[in-house]
């Protein structure tokens, strides 16, 4: 591992360009293995997220100031270039010449000696040329011009420009821009949100109560020791944005009833539904990744919970009819999506999705949510659930869901409903979230009654 921060962010960057690994998964394995400081931890985090957040406009900019397009360089030099370039435009407390230095440095140290001249000199030309760097060639088409503007690919610029108009497209790219907090959960069965924040605060972190969920808190600024301090160890939260913990409320799972958790995941969603349960009842927590089912496992273990069962399956290749011989109370499909509503926190994401791809998950998501139906109740509650604000994977499966499935029918929400998270809903019972409209992640889940 190396010691040199600006190293392991190349290293990062690198690894993401040339391989189908999402950030998340890169970032986790990072945290793990890493020697560095706390400080040059934070460095890292900041230039990686940095340079994904903002990789559109940067290649724009770098455009302007080289006649070689990124696109057909080296993926080690145009992301030193990258680096660079971010630390002139974004962070105010590396002085410039540093960042023009430490790139040639780099260039060197990662075996580019014949790139180091073409790096200074592009990086010093931006230097020279701070008009550029403020504002890099966009042209008067709309789309490109926010594009380069936000950092965002044309083909998303254009989509939200046909649904929310310029005004607003451009409030969304600026949410979505912006370093989101980290919220937590608090697992109540184990303290309370007051005794959690707290603690929090008693190890000087910045904390405050979520305005939308009862369990929720914001953290501000935290670093590494959130994740190896007393309360953790104890089982005393999990990490979930608040529109996450509104579909936790949505499902309304009750004590000694019987859930499926049908893409569990690493059980974010079904902890909150244990906890929900008071620990009473019986989850059957179903994924098709093995390792992700053994972290979930762990999870539960850490937080007290000891009423969820396991299974490997994948619902698209199960030859049994039904895979599941017991019918449930409730259902919960958190089905595999682009993530188009998680871009704040994925911006890798942003280069990793196109339009196809919606048309993809639209129709695995049919798939899966028709593939539940036999398991449910007469009378039973399924929820869908997507981290997409994507018409393709929201309302128009919902709309050829209820189509075909005519003993369904949409169920307003469940009484118990907080009143504090009744803003994330719309009108016909459905949430609804979006970035720059509540500050929360984009969420889309309804509440299907089965007769």
């Known amino acids: 591992m190396t010691s040199d921060p600006r190293r392991a962010a190349l290293d990062i960057l690198v690894r993401l360009e040339t391989s189908p690994i999402t950030l998340d998964y890169i970032m986790e394995s990072f945290h793990e293995g890493t020697g560095l400081s706390r400080r040059d931890t ?30 057909k360089q080296d993926p080690l030099v145009v992301n030193i270039l990258r680096l660079g370039l ?15 230095h430490t790139a040639v440095d780099l ?19 931006a230097l020279r040329d701070p008009q550029v760097v403020a504002s890099p060639p966009a042209g008067d088409d709309p789309v490109q011009r926010l594009s380069v503007i936000h950092s965002f690919p044309p083909w998303m610029i254009s989509r939200w420009l046909e649904r929310y ?17 980290l919220v937590l959960r608090t697992n ?5 949100r007051q005794a959690l924040s707290a603690a929090l605060q008693a190890m000087s972190m910045d904390v405050r109560f979520s305005p939308y969920t009862p369990e929720g ?32 409320y949505l499902v309304d799972a009750q004590p000694g009833e019987m859930i499926l958790d049908a893409c569990a995941g690493l059980g974010g969603k079904t902890a909150h539904m244990a906890a929900r349960m008071q620990n009473r009842g019986q989850i059957t927590a179903v994924d098709q990744d093995g390792r992700k089912l053994a972290r979930l496992q762990k999870e539960m ?26 019918r449930f109370d409730k259902i919960l499909l958190d089905a595999p999506c682009s993530g188009m509503g998680v871009l704040r926190r994925n911006p890798d994401a942003k280069w990793k999705r196109n339009p196809k791809g919606l048309k993809r998950h639209r129709a695995t998501q049919r798939k899966l949510i028709a593939a539940l139906v036999p398991l449910l109740k007469p009378g039973g509650i399924l929820v869908y659930a997507v981290c997409s604000t994507e018409p393709e994977e929201t309302q128009a499966v919902i709309q050829w869901f209820l189509k075909n499935h005519p003993q369904f029918a949409i169920d307003r929400q469940p009484s118990s409903l907080p009143e504090t998270i009744a803003p994330l809903f719309d009108s016909d019972g459905i949430l609804q979230t979006e970035v720059h409209r509540h500050n929360t992640d984009g969420f889309f889940a309804v509440r299907l009654r089965r007769g």
């Open 42 to 71: 934070r460095f890292v985090n900041a230039l990686v997220y940095g340079v994904q957040r903002w990789r559109y406009r940067l290649d724009a900019t770098l455009n302007a100031l080289s006649d070689r397009p990124p696109r």
């Open 86 to 100: 971010y630390q002139i435009m974004h962070m105010d407390r590396v002085p410039a010449s540093a960042a023009v």
């Open 107 to 125: 260039a060197r140290a990662v075996k580019r000696s014949w790139a180091a001249g073409y790096i200074n000199a592009v990086l010093r030309r």
């Open 165 to 181: 108009g310029h005004a607003e497209t451009d409030t969304l790219c600026r949410a979505v821009n912006r370093i989101p907090p």
């Open 188 to 192: 109540l069965l184990k303290t309370t």
């Open 217 to 248: 808190l914001l953290v501000d600024r935290t670093d590494g020791r959130l994740f190896k301090c007393a309360p953790f160890d104890l089982g005393w939260f999990q990490v979930q944005d608040e529109a996450a913990q509104a579909v936790g």
């Open 301 to 326: 273990q850490r937080l007290g919970i000891d009423m969820v069962q396991t299974r490997l399956l994948d619902w698209l290749q199960a030859t049994e009819s039904p895979p599941l011989a017991d």
